[in-house]
């Protein structure tokens, strides 16, 4: 029974933010998770260590370079077997002796491991968005023809999904997703043309992994998570709705036909939705720290400005054009995040790569799978000329 404690967890990405957060939770909870797999791409010395303490059947470091390190260090621990590369990581994605895979690799690589582990019947705890950007309809469909539960990490989602909860009879008007607006919140072209790569990567209420965090400045992120909605909960593009809310408690919002608004509120900490995810249907008690309203007199909110952010706007055209666009957007947006974090383009450069790479890249309205991977080749490689030419 996949919803019956002691759960079996694969963690993909277990030495990311999310990856961190989700084993201090499965710490926290004793004798509610096993760890059945961890992986990371090129942080050894961290898989190792979590690999001694957990003990799970397999570890997978996607850096094949780093293979023998890992395998050496946990030679006097046999239960556990040593496996690298991006295939690997798919398999280890489908293994038997797992019910929860919690995919909280970043970026495109999401995608095929979460495609095996829905194939083989796993329950999905969803952090990586970008595998529901990139092929959002062909994943819904896979999640429907296996049966698998998908509950999402996001903290927006997760909201959107607890208020959901004993509404199965009533359709959904509208949802809004609340965007703290990140640390250039309220600043316009000419001054966002000189924020630096120092100033992106410090976000003023979450602490998160460099790829999000420079989502979160640009709003790339939002519009990731309006698309991810889009499919999570089987929306119309004019149901999402976007609002700057600094503080970052109120998580989202759903409205009903009735008019009425649910909103899910708790104090910004990934570890309450990750939680949620991971124990669905139950919520598990724990000692996180606490909202009061009393330490926050003001809650306020603002309209997302498009024409400054114009990421969160490529966001909505893409998701419109449907198709490919969204995998597009997205490699797209990873090849001009990492030039930035290399300093090879500045701020609002991210936004021209994004909206020329959807421009040249080859339309395709209906993509199999196959068609997702070589769109996404595609598009990184006319990316990366864009960023060559800047
Ligand atoms: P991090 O960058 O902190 O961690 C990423 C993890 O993925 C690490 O374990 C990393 O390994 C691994 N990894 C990196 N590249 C690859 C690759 N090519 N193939 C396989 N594994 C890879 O990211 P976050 O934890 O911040 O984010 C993870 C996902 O969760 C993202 O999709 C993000 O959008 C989503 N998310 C994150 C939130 C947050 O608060 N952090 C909130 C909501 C969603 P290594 O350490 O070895 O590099
Ligand atoms: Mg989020």
Redesign the pocket.
């Given at each position: 029974m996949p919803d019956s404690f002691p759960k079996r967890v694969t963690l993909?990405?277990?030495?990311?933010?999310?990856?961190?957060?989700a084993l201090d939770v499965i710490r926290s909870q004793p004798g509610k998770f096993t760890v059945t797999a961890l992986?990371?791409?090129?942080?050894?010395d961290?898989?190792i260590q979590q690999a001694q303490e957990f003990r799970p059947a397999a570890v997978v470091?996607?850096?094949e370079s780093k293979y023998e390190t890992v395998k050496a260090a946990l030679a006097s621990q046999p239960e556990t077997e040593v496996l690298a590369g991006?295939a690997a990581?798919a398999d280890v994605a489908g293994r038997d002796d797992a019910d929860v895979v919690l995919?909280?690799?970043?970026?495109y690589?999401?995608l095929l491991?979460t495609v095996r582990a829905i194939r083989a019947g796993k329950t999905i705890a969803l952090?990586?968005?970008?595998t529901l950007v990139v092929a959002g309809q062909l994943i819904t469909e896979l999640v429907k023809e296996h049966g698998v539960g998908l509950y999402p990490?996001?903290?927006e989602h997760s909201a959107i999904f607890q208020c959901l909860i004993g509404e199965e009879q009533n359709p959904i008007e509208k949802i809004i997703l609340t965007a703290s607006g990140g640390p250039f919140r309220g600043r316009n072209r000419a001054q966002l043309a000189q924020v630096t790569k120092a100033q992106a990567l410090k976000h003023p209420n979450?602490?998160?992994?460099?790829?999000?965090?420079i989502?979160s400045a640009s709003l790339m992120?939002k519009g990731?998570e309006v698309i991810e909605a889009k499919w999570l909960f089987g929306l119309r593009n004019d149901q999402i709705e976007v609002v700057v809310h600094p503080q970052s408690i109120i998580h989202s919002l759903v409205q009903f036909e009735d008019g009425s608004l649910k909103a899910q509120l708790g104090l910004p900490d990934?570890k309450l939705?990750i939680q949620y995810a991971l124990g669905y249907p139950q919520r598990l008690a724990n000692a996180f720290p606490r909202f009061s309203f009393l330490d926050y007199p003001q809650l306020t909110f603002e309209q997302a400005d498009t024409s400054a952010f114009r990421n969160l706007a490529l966001a909505f055209e893409a998701m419109g054009r449907a198709g490919n666009a969204p995998c597009i957007l997205n490699a797209a947006n990873e090849i001009a995040v990492a030039a930035f974090l290399r300093d090879e383009i500045g701020f609002l450069e991210m936004s021209d790569v994004v909206e020329t790479s959807l421009a040249r890249v080859s339309y395709l309205a209906a993509p199999s799978l196959d068609d997702y991977v070589e769109t996404d080749r595609e598009t990184r490689r006319i990316a990366q000329e864009l960023v060559g030419l800047s």
């Open positions: 993909l990405g277990s030495t990311g933010s999310i990856g961190t957060q992986s990371a791409h090129s942080n050894a961290l898989l470091i996607g850096d991006a990581l995919t909280a690799m970043v970026g690589a999401g491991p952090a990586n968005k970008e990490v996001d903290s979450w602490d998160m992994g460099a790829k999000i965090t989502d992120n990731l990934m939705p």
